[in-house]
């Protein structure tokens, strides 16, 4: 299945960033949360699994989680 998320021009004008970047940014912050596998992440930021990782360690995020 599909979900749509809309996010509104407003909001991505105050925080500065595009859509892609807003994406990139949310999947970022799933996968860190433990929400999202890596594979799911990245594809929804539509990114490659390294250019996925090289977003993370951009952002200070482990690119890998260690234990449970």
Known sequence: GLMSL???DEVLEA???????????IACRMYHAEKWSKQVASRFAGLSRVQFEAALL??????????G
């Open 15 to 25: 925080s500065g960033q595009t859509e892609q970047e807003a994406r990139v940014e």
């Open 58 to 67: 951009d952002r200070g995020l482990p690119w890998i989680h260690i234990g």
């Open 6 to 8: 809309v996010i509104p």
